[in-house]
């Protein structure tokens, strides 16, 4: 009964024994089977000669790491025209010949290796209890026989970069059965081409508007129908209407004008502490959930923000008893300036602890807030005139005083100043252009407003832009010579550059405004590619990446 969950083929085997060790289980299994075939002259033989024992990994059982102990007959062969006298009895359902490891734990590790790559598959197996290396499921990777593949009717090519910036490959496509048929290392005509010679049958190409697969598909396989995929077409299109708007600065600077300006968020608020006049509410540093969040950093600068309010308050709490400010200073152990602004200000300044520490700079304090007040705001000016009175402080301390006192008027001033208005990236103003306008939110549809206002030339642009991409959407063929020759009277230029470049595509562009393939199943499949190359540390070599990308399972 247990042998049948042991063993996929449980009548030829008993189970013996199962010993529980530290962390494995070794099963042990005797054969029943009373003959064998011999594998090099296939004459059964029942005449057994000896028997061995072999251990291999098996998976893994309740955490335990599992190993077999298997007995394995070896038997006479007793046809005479053989050239070998015994032979060892083969049990390819359990373990090939000389493997260390059961089939069905490869059958896993392979399912491992193909989804998650040598390295993490290595660790993932180490959590599983299995036993192996990196090394070991990138061998099982190039041992795994390559998928059979046949030629696809219809193929999407496109590339993928080796090395970004660098190096490109060539990734084809299956479009009807949505899979992967080849991996090429190379983005090249010649190699695009030796392939589909290779592979006599393609009848449909989809492809990007590369020169290398437009001459590889021509070189290739002249017979097939080659289509330009619809979207590098709309790609093609807000990259050009992108050139334009680069040259057009007052339609960018339209679309930026009249924007909402957005008010600067107030940083740290965690750090706000409460106001005086709401004394119920608990001092952040009373809240250990709320302090427990803060680095050693901010638990100090909170600390002596707490530790500056108490004393805030107290400057107020003595005021109220009628107290001078130089008797609150002297109570206190204050300086009386400080003193004197905490009773000016209506909350707690929040200004750094080293301010109220005795400085060689508060005999001056009086003169250079004068100074301030009357628009000297040069330190290095102030200090000057300082040493004339007898200043013997350094240079930075006037600095820093100066760097507080323009601190204070910025965070007093209630308005900050309304940021200069940028142009808008000709990139960001290019997708305004060639999206349907329903999909565009209100501030974009009136920015797209502006800058369409700004020249007939701006809303021409438009206009062939939307031309274009309903011509698409709609898959209207017979629009194109219209819409080119719209286009060439226009005098856009990059427009015209881009007329162009369809003209000389002519048949691919027509074909992609009449038939449904299109390079979106290609795309996705790239995707897939760079998430396994991705997965293998960017330093893929070539042939375990085509094995991946081109096994199904992963
Ligand atoms: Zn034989």
């Known amino acids: 009964m247990l042998t049948s969950i042991f063993l996929p083929e449980p009548t030829q085997w008993q189970l013996e024994r199962v010993e529980v060790g530290d962390q494995s289980l070794v099963i042990k299994l005797l054969t029943t089977s009373t ?14 000669h000896s028997y061995y024992w072999r251990q291999p990994a098996d998976l893994p059982c309740f955490g335990y790491r599992v190993k077999l102990n298997l007995q394995v007959r070896r038997f006479f062969c007793d046809n005479d025209q053989c050239t070998y006298t015994t032979f060892a009895e083969r049990i390819p359902k359990v373990i090939a010949p000389h493997a260390r490891r059961t089939a069905r734990l490869i059958d896993q590790q392979q ?3 193909f989804t998650a790559g040598g390295e993490t598959g290595a660790r993932l197996m180490a959590q599983l209890g299995m036993p192996g290396s990196p090394d070991n499921l990138l061998r099982i990777i190039r041992d795994t026989p390559e998928p059979v593949v046949t030629t696809p009717r219809v193929l999407g090519v496109d590339d993928w970069a080796i090395r970004k910036g660098q190096s490109y490959g060539t990734i084809l496509v299956d479009l009807e059965k949505q899979q992967p048929v080849d991996l090429l290392p190379e ?20 492809r990007d508007r590369a020169s290398d697969y437009i001459k590889g598909a021509t070189d290739g396989a002249p017979e097939a129908t080659q289509v330009a995929d619809r979207w590098h077409l709309l790609k093609n299109l807000r990259e050009a209407i992108e050139r334009y708007l680069d040259r057009d600065q007052p339609c960018l600077k339209a679309a930026a004008d009249k ?10 608020p965690e750090l706000q502490l409460p106001e005086p006049s709401q004394p119920d509410e608990p001092e952040p540093d009373e809240e250990p959930a709320q302090s427990g969040q803060l680095t050693k950093a901010q638990q100090d600068k909170l600390a002596r923000r707490t530790k500056r309010l108490a004393r805030y308050e107290a400057v107020l709490e003595l005021q109220q008893y009628g107290l001078t400010n130089n008797e609150i200073a002297r109570r206190l152990n204050m300086d009386p300036h400080t003193v004197a602004r905490y009773l000016k200000t209506e909350h707690c300044p929040l200004y750094p602890e080293g301010r109220t520490r005795p ?3 508060d005999p001056y304090r009086d003169y250079i807030s004068q100074r301030w007040q009357a628009g000297c705001h040069n330190a290095t000016e102030i200090w000057r005139e300082l040493g004339h009175l007898g200043f013997t402080g350094s240079r930075g301390l006037v600095a820093q005083w100066a760097a507080r006192q323009r601190q204070q008027l910025r965070s007093s001033q209630s308005e900050p100043p309304p940021p200069k208005v940028a142009p808008w990236a000709p990139s960001r103003a290019a997708w305004l252009f060639v999206k349907p306008p329903t999909d565009l939110a209100p501030e974009d549809q009136a920015a797209l407003a502006r800058m369409i206002q700004t020249s007939d030339k701006a809303a021409l642009v438009y206009h062939l832009g939307q031309q274009f991409v309903a011509m698409i959407h709609d898959r209207q063929p017979e629009a194109l010579v219209p819409w080119l020759t719209a286009v060439f009277e226009s005098g856009v230029g990059a427009l015209t550059r881009l007329a162009k470049g369809i003209q000389q595509d002519f048949q691919a562009v027509e074909a992609a405004l009449s038939l449904p393939w299109s390079n979106g199943q290609t795309e996705g499949q ?20 085509r094995k991946r990308v081109l096994q199904s399972v992963a």
């Open 35 to 48: 003959q064998a075939v011999c594998p090099y002259c296939a004459t059964s033989s029942e005449r057994a």
């Open 111 to 113: 399912a491992i290796a």
């Open 187 to 206: 983005r090249s005509a010649e190699a695009f081409a030796a392939w589909l010679k290779a592979h006599p049958g393609v009848e449909i190409i989809s």
């Open 259 to 268: 924007e909402p300006v957005a008010r600067p968020e107030p940083t740290t």
């Open 359 to 361: 400085s060689k700079l």
């Open 526 to 545: 790239v995707n897939r590619l760079k998430l396994i190359k991705r997965q293998m540390y960017g330093r893929a070599k070539f042939d375990l990446l």
